[in-house]
């Protein structure tokens, strides 16, 4: 089987069609991973760039078979075409902040993040995750340690391992939110203003006045 080690002079592999792992062995641990279109792993070993480097992955993400270490680093997910996920993948920290950015799951797969989710889309555009049927509670997110995201839009979604607090999103149903921990939370951010008359109302208060230099 082949083998490509992109580590040892700190390369960045860039490609624009579909990177294959299939019976041979890509490392990438001090490298970067530029993929502007699929990840397929069928078999063989994919060794992903570690904390300090860059994976970015514009397309589809297939794992059938074979490994994929996620050498403590971080999946981001860029440009604003469509993602499908497919198969069980555990990864350290999985990242998307690109507005209008929409991630299918396929039907009855977990994807497990043992770092940090970091999900940011915009007041405008959300960030969306689907499944890719209609069946609710479909795909699982398992996360290592209580998580909050922001700006998404979530159908069809279960959460294991502890919770996911989801700010400002869109709760599209089929939703795990009504069940027990872990579970989604839905919580929408707002400020009150003081009202006239309490102790802080809305003009601010001037507590003491003294020229200037004193002390």
């Known amino acids: 089987a082949s083998q490509l080690d992109i580590s040892t002079n700190t390369n960045t592999l860039t490609t624009a069609g579909k990177l294959t ?37 514009a397309g589809n993400f297939a794992h059938s078979g074979g490994t994929f270490t996620h050498s403590s680093g971080t999946v981001t997910w860029d440009t604003t075409t469509t993602a499908t996920i497919s198969g069980d993948t555990t990864f350290n920290n ?20 043992g770092g940090t989710l970091t999900l940011t889309g915009s007041s405008t555009s959300n960030v969306a995750l689907r499944s ?22 979530v159908q069809n979604s279960e959460v294991a391992g502890a919770d ?21 939370i839905f919580q929408n951010l707002s400020i009150s203003i003081p009202q006239m008359g309490k102790t802080v109302d809305q003009s601010p208060t001037v ?9």
């Open 94 to 113: 999985f990242s998307c902040t690109t507005p209008g950015k929409q991630i299918t799951f396929t039907a009855g797969t977990n994807q497990t993040m």
């Open 132 to 153: 890719s049927t209609a069946a609710v509670k479909s795909w699982t997110m398992t996360v290592a340690s209580a998580q909050a995201v922001q700006l998404v839009d």
């Open 164 to 184: 996911i607090t989801c700010y400002s999103c869109t709760n599209s149903g089929g939703n795990d939110d009504g069940d027990a921990s872990p579970h989604w």
């Open 21 to 57: 792992i299939d019976g041979g062995t890509l490392t990438a641990t001090s490298g970067n991973i530029d993929a502007n279109g699929n990840v397929s792993i069928s078999s063989g070993t994919l060794t992903a760039p570690g904390s300090t480097k860059t994976f970015a992955i």
């Open 207 to 215: 507590i003491g006045i003294a020229p200037a230099g004193a002390s």
